[in-house]
Every structure is written in C-alpha cells, then in structure tokens.
C-alpha cells in the first residue's frame, strides 16, 4: 500500500496555530463552511474525514483535544510522547522514538491516508525529516500578533506544489499542496 503523511493544521494569517496561552478559540467560525468565493468540486469535509485512516499527534495536541472534546471518533490515532500519558481510548497508542522509523515500520504498513494533525513541534519535526508528503494549510481571517508558530524551525528551504485552492464564505481559505519532485539533473544543464 502506498500510504501519503498529510499535515493539517489551521493557522491565522500571520502564521500562528494558538494563542500563547494555547488556546484555539479563534479558529470557530460562527458561520458554516460553505464554499463559494471559489470552488472547483474537490471532495468536501465528511469525504475527507472518512478516507483518513490513521491520526498522529504531539502530545500536547493530545492533551488539547482532550480538554475540548475529542475530534479524531474511532479513527485510529498515534501520539507521539515521551512521558507515560494515560491510555483514554481505545483507538489511541502511544510511540516514542525515531519518527522515520514511525512513518516507514509503523504506519505505512498499516495505514494509506496519514494525517499529522499537529502541534507544531511534531509538525516542525516531520517537515525536517521530509516526511510530509501533503500540506492542507486552512487559513482563518483572523491576524493574531502573537502565538505558537506554524512553521518556526521547519528546517531547510523546501518546494512546494500548489494542488487546490478552496476559500469559503467565512472567509477561511484551504491551501493543499504536495511536494515537489526532486527535480532531475540534465547531462545538458549547463554550470552557472
Ligand atoms: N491550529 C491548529 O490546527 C492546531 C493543530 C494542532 C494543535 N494545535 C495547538 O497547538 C498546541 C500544541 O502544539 P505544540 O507545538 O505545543 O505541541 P505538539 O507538537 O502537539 O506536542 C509536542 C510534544 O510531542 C512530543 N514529541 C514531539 N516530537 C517527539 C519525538 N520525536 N519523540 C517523542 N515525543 C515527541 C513531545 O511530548 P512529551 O513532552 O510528552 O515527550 C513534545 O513535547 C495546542 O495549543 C494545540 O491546541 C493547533
């Protein structure tokens, strides 16, 4: 099975995913997510959320998520901790270690559509190593000035391949992107 990494995250237009004190509350948007501003029939949110097969997250996403109710169902879900946490449900386990050997021994064999959904250490982490292999990026409307940053210590200069564009009429905006393939060295490219 091929299996693809996808992160996912929201982030505010200046490029944070939380406030400084965690919280996330300016990610709601009181209106419902209804395409408009553009929209190119690309599969919509409950299509999407059924194909993910497997979730993986910090631990302190973790520890978020179960304060404000959890959002990952029964979908099987990896977090990535070097503490003994307490096992809540069932779906859950826990890893510790190399995230390579995690991606390649671990969930590819297991699992076709990864969804890394956070934070941005673990985030940050996975872009370093070259183990994403799509960006959904949902940008909200909303310029927060202060915050945990979504891409801090990303690593070196990557490329990517812009694949769709979605901006729905609350203002929010979804940016996908694969990344770009290693470009080939020609015999006929000439030295600069
Ligand atoms: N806007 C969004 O879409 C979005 C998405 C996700 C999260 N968030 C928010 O972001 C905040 C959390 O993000 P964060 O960046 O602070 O933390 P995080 O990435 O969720 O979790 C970081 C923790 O993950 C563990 N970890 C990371 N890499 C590891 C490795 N290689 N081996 C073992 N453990 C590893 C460590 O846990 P231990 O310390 O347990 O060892 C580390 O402290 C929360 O406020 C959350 O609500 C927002």
Same mark, same amino acid.
């Given at each position: 099975?091929? !299996?693809?990494?996808?992160?996912?995250?929201?982030?505010?237009?200046? /490029?944070?995913?939380?406030?400084?004190?965690?919280?996330?509350?300016?990610?709601?948007?009181?209106?419902?997510?209804?395409?408009?501003? $553009?929209? +190119?029939?690309?599969?919509?949110?409950?299509?999407?959320?059924? !194909?993910?097969?497997?979730?993986?997250?910090?631990?302190?996403?973790?520890?978020?998520? %179960?304060?404000?109710?959890?959002?990952?169902?029964?979908?099987?879900?990896?977090?990535?901790?070097?503490?003994?946490?307490?096992? $809540?449900?069932?779906?859950?386990?826990?890893? !510790?270690?190399?995230?390579?050997? @995690?991606? !390649?021994?671990?969930? #590819?064999?297991?699992?076709?559509?990864?969804? %890394?959904?956070? /934070?941005?250490?673990?985030?940050?982490?996975?872009?370093? %190593?070259?183990?994403?292999?799509?960006?959904?990026?949902?940008? #909200?409307?909303?310029? %927060?000035?202060?915050?945990?940053?979504?891409?801090? +210590?990303?690593?070196?200069?990557?490329?990517?391949? @812009?694949?769709?564009?979605? #901006?729905?009429?609350?203002?929010?905006?979804?940016?996908?992107?694969?990344?770009?393939?290693?470009?080939?060295?020609?015999?006929?490219?000439?030295?600069?």
């Amino acid at each position: 099975m091929r !299996s693809t990494v996808t992160l996912h995250v929201v982030s505010s237009l200046d /490029g944070f995913i939380a406030r400084k004190d965690n919280s996330v509350s300016w990610m709601d948007s009181s209106d419902v997510y209804e395409r408009g501003v $553009t929209d +190119d029939g690309a599969e919509v949110g409950a299509e999407v959320i059924g !194909s993910i097969d497997c979730y993986v997250l910090g631990s302190r996403t973790y520890e978020h998520a %179960l304060q404000l109710g959890w959002p990952y169902g029964d979908t099987p879900t990896v977090v990535i901790t070097n503490r003994e946490l307490p096992s $809540t449900r069932e779906s859950v386990e826990f890893y !510790s270690g190399d995230l390579k050997r @995690l991606v !390649s021994e671990i969930l #590819a064999p297991r699992y076709g559509n990864i969804w %890394l959904v956070g /934070g941005a250490i673990l985030g940050q982490s996975f872009l370093r %190593l070259g183990l994403v292999d799509e960006i959904r990026l949902m940008i #909200a409307p909303v310029i %927060l000035g202060d915050g945990l940053p979504l891409f801090g +210590d990303s690593g070196a200069e990557q490329k990517w391949h @812009l694949k769709n564009v979605v #901006a729905y009429k609350n203002g929010f905006v979804e940016l996908s992107y694969s990344r770009q393939p290693t470009k080939s060295i020609s015999t006929n490219d000439s030295a600069i």
